[in-house]
């Protein structure tokens, strides 16, 4: 069995429990707006934003029916950042332009605890935080170089080490990526019959790429801001 396997097996046990318990079951997508911090104070430096999606499924678990849920899911999910070098439009011999993108994509799982405020019969606030984890898949790093002599682009497929909870022999290298990534999220949101709308920020634990963790190292993070709306099937 692989590494990916027991992973997704993992994932789908979860959703099971949770539908064998009469939790609702739905899906759930959006807009992720991701970026990679740079230090442990969580700046980014020169690094900007980057668009992408999530899209999975959820399920809501009641705790406490309308006021506490246990709510874990599985997501496809984009990650990332981009940076750009000197002026696109005033490229000069000494001063070129340069537009570096790195899209990982993750399988992940959250694992979140919800609080719910009532509002109506069939309609709801909530607030809620809980980890996750993530199995990275797939991913490419794109650049745009222009000079005076003209503009050259390409691609290459992230290379992801074995660095992972199922093995204590990583193939590490400062041109990988580490496979699995962990943190913490938070969001808050509303739910009008059985409708979701949720706002979601999630904060990388992990580092990203590969190689020693030491103080010297490198302290890259993921941090993913995502807006998302769903539905989940069955009565209240």
Aim: aromatic letters at 12%; zero cysteines; a positive charge.
């Amino acid at each position: 069995m692989t590494k990916k396997t027991i992973f997704l097996s993992f994932a789908a046990m979860t959703l099971s429990l949770a539908a064998m318990s009469q939790a609702r079951v739905g899906v759930k997508g959006g807009w992720n707006l991701s970026n990679i911090t740079t230090s442990n104070d969580g700046s980014t430096k020169d690094a900007k934003s980057l668009s992408g999606f999530n899209v999975g499924v959820i399920a809501d678990l009641p705790l406490v029916p309308r006021i506490l849920s246990f709510q874990p899911g599985v997501f496809y999910t984009t990650k990332g950042t981009k940076s750009e070098i000197g002026d696109k439009n005033n490229v000069t011999i000494t001063s070129p332009y340069a537009n570096y993108t790195q899209n990982p994509s993750y399988i992940e799982v959250p694992l979140n605890f919800v609080a719910k405020l009532p509002v109506g019969e069939h309609a709801s606030l909530f607030a809620g935080i809980g980890p996750y984890f993530a199995f990275g898949v797939a991913g490419k790093n794109k650049y745009e170089v222009t000079t005076i002599a003209g503009t050259t682009s390409g691609s290459s497929s992230i290379k992801w080490d074995d660095d992972t909870p199922f093995t204590n022999d990583p193939n590490r290298g400062r041109d990988k990526w580490k496979r699995f990534d962990w943190g913490g999220n938070i969001q808050v949101g509303a739910e009008v019959s059985n409708f979701l709308i949720s706002a979601q920020y999630g904060i990388g634990f992990a580092k990203v790429y590969s190689g020693q963790d030491n103080s010297t190292d490198n302290k890259d993070k993921n941090r993913v801001f995502s807006v998302s709306v769903g539905y989940l099937f069955g009565g209240r």
